[in-house]
């Protein structure tokens, strides 16, 4: 069975651009044009939601932790550069973002990302792309070999590795490596990166596994 | 003042000196059978009665009258001052002694009481000043409030500022404009009997520490020992100009905060306006047969471009404050890696940025921006190749973006970060003539510099962006 995706924007033009895109990848998609309408029961609980931060009636913010309080993975469009309201959606729950114009390939790959986290692994060990985490026995693995890392390392590059592709943002990366109080030393999160880059990445300089977005945090690549 | 006889004193002693004259004919009649002795006990009571209600002295002067009269009307030898025998010299004394030490006491129980009720007037007049200042709305205001209350008390108020006295522009005399200066340097109460300067013709008070006007007030009515309560004046009208000034302050943050919201959201509706049909038109085209080899997508695209510059220009031009963090230019030239390999036509990047090159300090999102546009004029210039590399000197770090296309020909180097100035063929290979100056103008709001290298052979175009080095600290383990 097709899994449904809700679609809430308040323009019709995105609200049909985005149900051709996930009828080509083969979803089915919920329309809502308001966020009273994306709140209203629906037949079927949908599997994740795309929801515009600009919305008539309801604040798209005020949508996201309703979402995610079901269980709904939220990706957020936003026709801002602006970074501050993308990092304040992410803070609300929402599992990632996408800046308009987008592309529709683009949208089905990070689509496939926040519904391949829902359905996890259960033997204790957390694996995306070359890597794997062995939380319990504090192990990290790269393409089957073990990793020599700090402490911190170990966390930055766990925290990431969880976060399965999708982005995690600058202050939740520094909350989850360093504890609360550290949460605006950005400082702090690049020399770590650097150094984890060093020892993970074929050229550090150009790095391909861990991805950076401007303004707002990393996410680890492919998968 | 408190020196002189006030009216009530001097009908005191004119009623003490008759009741000592009443005494003395009585004795002298021997009325009721008194003796010198007992008449000498009854002068004590109005001699007594005049130095309480009085000071010392006049109990001192109504002693020496009353025992000159006892002398001359009553004591052997009669109608004379002289004086026969101890037991009348000592009578004497003792009698004058008693004045002395009673007028003493009450003089200054007196004086503690008058003192006690200037005081209660002058607590009275600063609680009065300060619900007065407190209805002050503005610096003037408060300044023009408090100046006619103390006017009120001490006839002439008036403020001199720092810069007036420098200047000698105040009009004052020498000796006052130094007693002026004095006590704004010193932090301290000057001029008219004071200890500082007590010649000048004004008293001066400070405002406090830092204060650039001084208070002065004129003499009259301006006893010394109010020193500590016109520093206290004075201290309360300096909260009240801090506070105006504070409230001020916020005003005028507030009221800016309230214009970066607006341009703020004008920009936001503006770049939701721009990018929401262009999702469509994108994403429609490409989904529509032969779009792309018809070169659609490319005409998209430059759209696009071209109206991220405009945002970009209409967000610098509104002044919006940036959003500054340590960024590494490892990841902002991996994002123009992958803008290259969606643009480039075969030709080859070479970006290298060295493994220890500082954290730079800039908007991210706007430092991609700038990079992309050069990036992009360097790719619509190269014949087949373009480089970028990164090298950090003291706390500037560098980034050169060089191709191997013709060069920036020598009579637009001057200009070429102008808007809509482009290399000659420049319209032909897609560029819109905003490309470069917006990075520049992205460059200075970012407290770096974009600039045009300028080789002697021509051989490419180079351009350098220098940018703050952001300040780093190593991460606790």
New interface residues.
């Given amino acids: 069975m097709r899994r449904l995706v809700l679609v809430v924007d308040d323009e019709a033009a995105i609200r049909r651009l985005l149900v051709a895109v996930l009828d080509r990848g083969g979803y089915d998609a919920l329309e809502a044009a308001s966020g009273r309408e994306a709140l209203a029961p629906a037949r079927r609980k949908p599997a994740a939601a795309i929801v515009d931060l600009r919305l008539p009636d309801l604040d798209g913010m005020e949508l996201i932790p309703r979402l995610a309080a079901d269980g709904i993975p939220v990706l957020v469009l936003s026709a801002e550069l602006d970074t501050a309201e993308k990092v304040a959606a992410l803070d609300l729950g929402a599992e990632d973002y996408l800046t308009k114009p987008f592309d529709g390939d683009e949208l089905l790959a990070r689509l496939r990302v926040l519904l391949r986290r829902a359905g996890e692994t259960s033997d204790g060990i957390c694996r995306h792309g070359p890597f794997a985490i062995d939380a319990a026995h504090h192990r990290a693995l790269h393409d089957g070999t073990l990793l020599s890392l700090t402490p911190r390392e170990f966390a930055l590059l766990a925290a990431l590795v969880d976060g399965r592709g999708r982005v995690l943002t600058h202050a939740a990366l520094l909350e989850r490596v360093w504890g609360p109080a550290h949460r605006d030393d950005l400082d702090y999160l690049r020399v770590a990166i650097r150094a984890l880059r060093r020892k993970i990445e074929p050229e550090p300089s150009s790095p391909r596994l861990i991805l950076n977005e401007p303004g707002i945090g990393y996410r680890l690549a492919g998968g | 003042m408190s020196d002189r006889l006030r009216p009530g004193q001097i009908f005191d002693c004119g009623l003490a000196l008759a009741a000592i004259g009443l005494i003395i004919v009585l004795g002298a009649r021997g009325v009721f059978g008194l003796g010198i002795t007992a008449t000498a006990l009854l002068l004590t009571l109005p001699v007594l009665w005049a130095a309480s209600r009085g000071s010392a002295l006049i109990g001192a002067v109504t002693a020496l009258i009353a025992s000159v009269a006892l002398n001359y009307f009553l004591l052997p030898p009669l109608y004379t001052f002289r004086i026969h025998g101890a037991t009348y010299v000592v009578t004497f004394a003792v009698f004058t002694a008693v004045a002395l030490v009673t007028g003493g006491f009450a003089a200054g129980l007196r004086a503690r009481q008058d003192e006690a009720a200037r005081r209660a007037r002058g607590s009275e007049f600063e609680t009065d000043f300060v619900a007065e200042i407190a209805l002050a709305s503005s610096r003037e205001d408060l300044d023009r409030r408090a100046l006619a209350m103390l006017g009120t008390r001490y006839g002439d108020a008036r403020l001199f500022t720092r810069a007036d006295l420098s200047a000698r522009t105040s009009g004052l005399a020498p000796l006052d404009a130094s007693a002026a200066i004095w006590a704004l340097e010193h932090d301290a109460v000057t001029g008219f009997a004071s200890d500082v300067m007590p010649g000048a013709d004004f008293r001066f008070v400070s405002f406090g520490r830092g204060s650039q006007d001084v208070l002065a007030l004129a003499t009259e009515r301006l006893p010394s020992s109010d020193a500590p309560f016109l520093l206290r004046v004075a201290g309360h009208w300096g909260h009240a100009r801090d506070h105006l000034q504070a409230l001020d302050e916020r005003r005028r943050r507030e009221d800016a905060e309230a214009r970066d919201r607006t341009r703020?959201a004008l920009l936001?509706a503006l770049?939701?306006d721009?990018?929401?049909?262009?999702?469509?038109?994108?994403?429609?085209l490409?989904?529509l047969p032969g779009a792309r080899e018809a070169g659609l997508l490319a005409e998209v695209e430059r759209l696009?471009h071209l109206g991220?510059d405009l945002?970009a220009s209409a967000r610098l031009d509104a002044g919006v404050p940036l959003?500054f963090?340590?960024?590494?230019l490892?990841?902002?030239?991996?994002?123009l890696?992958a803008q290259a390999a969606r643009q480039a036509n075969g030709i080859v990047l070479d970006?290298?940025?060295?493994?220890d090159l500082p954290?730079v300090s800039a908007?991210?999102?706007m430092?991609?921006?700038l990079l992309g546009n050069v990036l992009d004029n360097a790719l619509r210039h190269a014949r087949g190749r373009v480089e970028i590399s990164c090298r950090a000197e003291d706390d500037v770090v560098t980034v050169l973006v060089s191709d191997d296309g013709p060069g920036v020909p020598p009579e637009l180097a001057d200009t070429i970060f102008d808007p809509f100035v482009s290399g000659e063929r420049a319209e032909a290979r897609g560029g819109s003539g905003l490309g470069l100056a917006i990075a520049h103008d992205l460059a200075g709001a970012m407290g770096g510099l974009l600039t045009l290298d300028r080789p002697d052979d021509r051989s490419g175009a180079v351009f350098r962006l220098s940018l703050p080095v952001?300040?780093?600290?190593?991460?606790?383990?």
């Fill in positions: 703020r936001s770049g939701h721009f990018r929401t049909p262009l999702t469509v038109l994108k994403e429609g490409a989904r696009r991220e945002l959003a963090e340590p960024v590494d490892v990841d902002t030239i991996a994002s890696e970006a290298r940025v060295p493994d954290l908007e991210p999102v430092l991609a921006h952001a300040a780093t600290r190593s991460p606790p383990e």
